[in-house]
């Protein structure tokens, strides 16, 4: 999509976005910053971003943050949004005047933020962390719509901070956008590149699965190419994620600086692929490369970031060489089970998780294609339609986009209604959540999406994904969605996030997991009656996060904490029986809840000793009851034997050692 087209379209997704949500009214500009921070994601730019809303007059206007432990970087948002149209002109005059307004605000958190706001309000937890002593960086950045005039901004010490500043404008989305959009079709022509010409070496014999090289690029070529081209060039990297964040990456910059001569000496090169290759032969009989179809750096993502950041700065690259190999991938039926083995393979040196590597999941892929082929059942006055899972960012708007303007492109938002999309890390919230996992979903999108992803790994869930999994897949999905649209109502005043998943996992909590999601499925909304426990349960929720008694604590970090999660249990097990009543016409006989296929216990990743050692434990300290010991004791000999176990079996254990953990009995220690 070219860039004219993409900001038409996407002012227009906006208004769409803002047309479709009922009874709590999402402003155009809420829903920007909302795609915006998606986008960033997308980019690596940052995670798990968090929408906060607070003005004070003439004074100060904050519309979010991102914090992240691992890289000790506080990001701070402040909106510049034009409702009437997207791309117009933004001049330096007004990006100071909103920077102006970010750095008031980073002078009254210096100075304690005492009556600035209501102590309940999420800001405050965003004061706290300026004035963290661990955080040694601060970003403001502003976020619009419009076309920012190109301004180089100096970095300022603020309070003993380094304070950098930064624009994300239409652009910037629309580089995002496009990231996601078209690799696919990205030629590289090397000769145009470098006038020498890079010349390469083939490698082995003819095996029909690739062809190997090897060759040598300058750095100036690498830094002009990563600019270019940015995240495309390494999508298919496991750990693009990580790019330019930790020590490893320091060093790269101390080579670069330092002792440029030395780097191709010092560091381990890319391992990249590519679907095609042009190679021309010159005077001499040396193989030179002309064309590159889709290469992909799928190991180096650090040095590459690491040098166009050089190349950016205008450092002088002219002695910096780096070694690559390619893998040209010519069985193109297998190059998505090739591409990602290649990459995590390559990357084994340093830890990778598994969970880096399930963008291409079967599981993954087996929900995409359910969703693409179910409706949801009939009903008068709403038709029929499919929820779209985006198995890929953005993927609703290329599918649309694809097909010609006017009734195709509404046929197909007929039959995909845009509130029926959702994410991978969307969908983690939702099972996550429903699983009992608060203090995970808190740790942001992510973190959240990965611990899934390990957990299926560990299971046999992914390939057998079905209709039953399907539908109740999208009743988590309702839960979820109508728990936050029920706690916005509220008006709390800060935590959103925090507070629906909380409320989720409460509800869950106090039901055993009994909801009737094929109802839900069938009638696409939830009971009066469980709204209304939901409503109760989130303001229990919100009482707790916020409670000052043991002491002033930043509420958002305090959330990601297991211990906040036990200690809501234990407040909330009196309303039991009461909740269990309120909501009998919504649950299912609790002898039906082990036939969840989303159940991901698994108790071979337990030590086998563990089980006798557990029921031993029980007994000499007349915990749990004789038939639970017993079982446990049984359960032991299974493991020895390998005995295969039923889902019942599965269901019950798994609550029982959720039973022994609550009582302090550390199941992690016998992990294997």
Known sequence: ????????????????????????????????????????????????????????????????????????????YISNYDQTKTGKKLNKKDIDKDFRFLKRFLDAANKGFENEADESHEVHDLAGLVVDGSIEKIKLVVVTNKLAEKVAFEAEEINNKEVNFEVWDISRNYQAYSSEEGSNNMEIDLSEEWNEGVRLLELGKENGKYDAYLFVLPGEVIGKLYNRYGQKLIEKNIRAFLQARNKVNRGIRDTLQGEPEMFMAYNNGLSTTANSIEIETDDNGNKIIKKLSDWQIVNGGQTTASIAEAFKNDRDLSKVYVQVKLCVIRDRESENEIVPKISKYANSQTKVNESDLHANDEYNVNLEKLSRRLYVPYKQGRGSYKWFFERAKGQYMVERNRRPKGKPQKDFEEEYIRKSKFTKTDMAKYINSYNQLPHIVSKGAEYSFNHLMVSIEKSSIKSNINEEYYHKLIGKAILFRETDRIVRSLKFGGYKANIVTYTVASISYLINQRLDFDWTWKIQELSSELESEIKNMAKKVFGHITDTSNGDRNVTQYCKKEECWNLLKKKISIDKEKVLKNLAEDLVDESEVVKAEDNTFDMLVYDKGMWFILSKWAKENDYLDAKARQMLFSIGKQVKYKTQFSSKQKYVISNILNEAHELGFDVSEYKL
């Open 1 to 76: 999509m070219e860039y004219k087209e993409f900001i038409e379209a996407f002012h227009n997704e906006i208004l769409r976005d803002v047309d479709i949500q009922t009874e709590e009214y999402y402003s155009p500009e809420e829903v920007h910053l909302r795609r915006s921070f998606e986008l960033m994601a997308d980019s690596n730019f940052s995670s798990n971003s968090v929408e906060i809303e607070y003005r004070k007059e003439g004074k100060y206007k904050v519309d979010g943050y991102s914090y992240e432990d691992e890289i000790e970087e506080l990001i701070i």
